[in-house]
């Protein structure tokens, strides 16, 4: 197949890389140029609606899979609304199928309870919002699309919890109970590639197994003989936060199959990697 992956970061470029290993014609973009073994690569604002032209039409799939680098939430819109606005714009009659890797920040639920692909996705603000309207325009397209709501994505470099808990700067909040869902970024790639073998939908990309807060860190703090963090207050970020499970079920009877399929397989193999099993 022809396949296009705008936005060649941490999720992208793996994908991409997995695709062109599986002897797809891959086209990959960045906001400035870079060279990637097996890939044909484009520099590519998607907040900039020219720079699309450089771009080929004729291909089957494309897959969003853009990051606002850690921008403020008017960077975050420009990006997913936006810039999916200029993607649709640009593709006309084009019968390319898409997929958008979202999140399942898309799920406001505070309450602690299961959520699915059936579930209530109304955020109320923050960078949710964003995903969920960046979700409407694909869905409302015109063409086959399909959205993998992502969980938190941890992996070499990332996690942010667990990197704020190496650094002594983690903070245990409202007595640790909230449920966080995480999944590896190697799995997100898994994913994504399953997802291209679906009929379009929506699907969620996370571990079995959501944990606590607390648990988390209880867990992290046995693994490097380090103490829990301190209680205090949540300091401010660009999603708003929330409090739910997120299921798998439906990706997963699909014939989705983790390598992670906890955090302790997750992060126990990152950290023999990175801390020398300390």
């Known amino acids: 197949m022809r396949i296009l992956v705008i936005g060649c970061g941490y999720v992208g470029l793996p994908l991409a890389q997995a695709l062109a290993q599986l002897g797809h014609t891959v086209h990959g ?3 400035s140029a870079f060279t990637a073994e097996g890939i044909t690569t484009h520099a590519l604002d998607v907040t900039d609606r020219e720079s699309f032209e450089t771009l080929p039409r004729e291909v089957d799939w494309i897959c969003y899979t853009p990051s606002s680098s850690r921008g403020d939430a008017t960077v975050h819109r420009a990006v ?9 714009d ?10 958008f890797t979202s999140s399942t920040s898309v799920y406001p639920q505070t309450d602690g309870h299961w959520v699915d692909e059936e579930s209530p996705d ?3 603000g923050g960078t949710g ?4 309207e960046a979700e409407e325009l694909f869905l409302n397209a015109g063409r086959a699309a399909t959205i993998l709501r992502v969980a938190g994505i941890y992996g070499p470099e990332r996690g942010y919890l667990f990197r704020q808990f190496l650094k ?13 869902n995480m999944i590896h970024r190697d799995d997100v790639v ?16 996370a571990d079995d197994e959501p944990v606590t807060q607390l648990a988390f860190f209880e867990w992290l703090a046995g693994q ?8 205090g207050e949540a300091t401010a970020r660009k999603r708003t936060p929330t409090n739910k499970r997120v299921r798998n079920t439906k990706l997963k009877a699909a014939g989705w199959q983790l390598k992670f399929p906890d955090f302790r397989a997750g992060y126990g193999a990152l950290i023999r990697e990175e801390q020398g099993g300390r």
Do not use: Q, S
Not at 90 to 99: E, I
Not at 168 to 178: F, H, K
């Open 190 to 205: 898994g994913a994504l590639l399953t997802a291209l073998d679906l009929a379009p939908g929506i699907y969620n990309a």
């Open 168 to 180: 002594d700067e983690a903070i245990l909040t409202e007595g640790g109970a909230r449920w966080i």
């Open 224 to 231: 490097l003989d380090k103490p829990l963090p301190p209680a």
């Open 122 to 124: 109304e955020p109320a």
């Open 80 to 88: 997913f609304v936006d810039g999916t606005r200029n993607l649709l």
């Open 29 to 31: 973009t960045r906001r």
């Open 90 to 99: 640009w593709l006309g009659d084009t019968p390319a199928r898409l997929l």
């Open 129 to 132: 919002a964003n995903l969920a």
